[in-house]
């Protein structure tokens, strides 16, 4: 979707000072569709979080459809109308007459204009690096997240549960091989971001949900099985019909699992007893395998077993008052003496080396999605300013809102850069620790920045579910933390550029 623009003949009821109540003709380029779709008259969408179900206090009465081009100018029939009666002068030409004197934003002036699937993207990353099939296909992705998901998201949040038509709608769209593209490029690192890209735009507890199955339990099976197991269970992964989680942080060990790890695995015959505890494990409620990583207690060496939910001593606890990815599940799993077969043993774990090696991969799926909530968060905040009167005109047009809009859409494009080039690294192969690091780092920390913005630049509204920044604000935090902290993906990063390793 491009950014609707306001046409000659559009109106639109005004209902806040200083307008009174009175009917007057847009001088500004109004968000008046939602996603592509143009509101009828005095439609109201469902949808949480378009701009015209919203209860703005300018949504259209009747919305235009909108000429869509890039550097399509406001009009200017719209402007001359509106001006305040005490302008001290007229302007000439496509100049508008303010109380200071004249302005020139009714000139033709470049809008960047947001795409219903990739957001406002002005370097084009998604169209140099995605197929047409592709793009297609996150639109269709797009369609449904619209349409099914995010009416749900407020009421999800609020009530802390992830409704199940969520992963009914989003499994059938088929998205780690989605028909129509070609099989590489559905394999690959790039599709993968941008799939992860485009859910958290929408929503960061569906993205993290959906990057629970297609990246950290895919990536542990691809990475950690043998040939046989991964060519087993790898269709089986990507059809839902087998939905695992990973769980590797205990409630004594997060940063420092790597020697803290203290879950054990014994050997027992054929078979293994696993003891000790996870915690944070996202979808575990759900889940029908739990990928456990736990120390072999004969070499000490860290092994990993898929785990039935249901088996005999696996018992979940869900994790509750979390302020973060609140309709995520997250819980804390013990296991008490649970046996597992030998051919519950993912084969290539057998060490921390290989564990690091999976985690190398997903990390880069997190970089993304802290791209992608970057890119929510933006639209949100463009939308509402775009419609939000003060001072008897959008909050949008007053420089330090523009200053900080400026910076957001910076840090989304340099978060685009990275997770891009890193795909595009990956995708020839090659997989670096603290290139992953970097992403992950860099990408989350500028999203916390993006969103705090966002939070600001919508006011009061912006602690509102209903304006969408919000839980863009708060996910952020989530997002932060998990899958490496700032300062241990800042270790790690560290460690590659002097040579000395700083983590204890
Ligand atoms: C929403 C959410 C979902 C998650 N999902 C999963 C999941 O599905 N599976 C899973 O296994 N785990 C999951 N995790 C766990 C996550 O990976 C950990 O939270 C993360 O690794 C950090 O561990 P911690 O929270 O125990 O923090 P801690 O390790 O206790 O760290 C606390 C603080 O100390 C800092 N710190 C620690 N060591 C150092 C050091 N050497 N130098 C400087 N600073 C240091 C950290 O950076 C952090 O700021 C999830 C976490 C969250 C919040």
């Known amino acids: 979707m491009r950014w609707p623009r306001s046409s000659a003949t559009c109106r639109s009821s005004w209902p806040t000072p200083p307008c009174r109540g009175r009917t007057r003709r847009s001088r500004w380029p109004r968000t008046s569709t939602t996603r592509g779709s143009t509101c009828r008259a005095g439609a109201r969408s469902t949808s949480p979080s378009s701009s015209c179900a919203r209860p703005t206090p300018t949504s259209s009465a009747a919305c235009c459809s909108a000429p869509t081009s890039r550097c399509s100018p406001p009009t200017g029939g719209c402007a001359t109308s509106s001006r305040p009666a005490s302008s001290p002068k007229s302007c000439r030409g496509s100049s508008r007459t303010t109380p200071h004197g004249c302005s020139d934003w009714g000139a033709d002036v470049p809008v960047l204009v947001s795409d219903a699937t990739f957001g406002i993207d002005p370097l084009g990353f998604a ?3 995605l197929s047409a099939p592709a793009q297609d296909a996150l639109r269709g992705l797009q369609r449904v997240l619209d349409d099914t998901v995010r009416p749900l998201l407020t009421d999800a949040w609020e009530s802390a549960t992830m409704p199940p038509a969520i992963l009914e709608a989003l499994v059938p769209l088929d998205l780690m091989q989605p028909r129509g593209v070609d099989a590489a490029e559905a394999e690959s690192s790039m599709f993968s971001g941008f799939r992860n890209y485009v859910l958290a735009r929408t929503d960061v507890s569906v993205a993290t949900l959906y990057n629970a199955q297609s990246g950290l339990f895919r990536a542990a099976i691809r990475h950690g099985g043998s040939a046989d197991q991964a060519a087993e269970l790898d269709p089986r992964i990507r059809s839902f019909d087998l939905a695992g989680v990973f769980a590797l942080t205990e409630p004594g060990h997060g940063s420092d699992i790597a020697g803290g790890l203290a879950t054990t695995a014994r050997a027992d015959g054929d078979d293994w007893i696993l003891d000790g505890q996870k915690r944070w494990i996202g ?8 990928t456990v990583f736990a120390r072999d207690t ?10 039935p939910r249901t088996a005999d001593g696996v018992h979940l606890r869900t994790m509750t008052g979390k302020v973060s990815l609140r309709p995520m599940q997250n819980a804390v ?6 046996r597992a077969p030998a051919s519950a043993r993912l084969l290539q774990v057998n060490g921390w080396p290989d564990v690091a ?9 997190v970089a993304w999605i802290a791209a992608g909530l970057q890119a929510g968060a933006l639209d949100a905040a463009v939308r509402y ?6 001072f008897g005109r959008p909050v949008g047009g007053f420089q330090l809102v523009q200053e900080k809009l400026a910076r957001m859409l910076a840090n989304l494009t340099s978060s685009l850069g990275i997770v891009v080039q890193l795909s595009a690294r990956q995708d020839a192969g090659e997989y670096v620790d603290e290139n992953s690091a970097l992403a992950k780092m860099q990408t989350a920390r500028l999203a916390r920045e993006t969103v705090a913005l966002a939070r600001e630049v919508v006011g009061g509204n912006g602690i509102l579910l209903e304006h969408d920044v919000a839980r863009f604000f708060a996910d952020a935090e989530a997002v932060y933390s998990y899958e490496g902290t700032h300062e241990i993906n800042s270790l790690i990063v560290g460690r590659a550029l002097t040579g000395v390793s700083a983590f204890l």
Do not use: N, W, Y
């Open 385 to 390: 300013v775009r419609e939000r009167e003060q």
């Open 127 to 129: 169209p140099t690096h």
């Open 283 to 290: 979808g575990a409620d759900k889940a029908d395998v739990i």
């Open 357 to 365: 090696r999976i985690l190398r991969v997903m990390r880069s799926d």
């Open 298 to 307: 004969a070499d000490a060496r860290i092994k990993a077993f898929l785990v």
């Open 333 to 338: 799993v013990t296991l008490d003496g649970v």
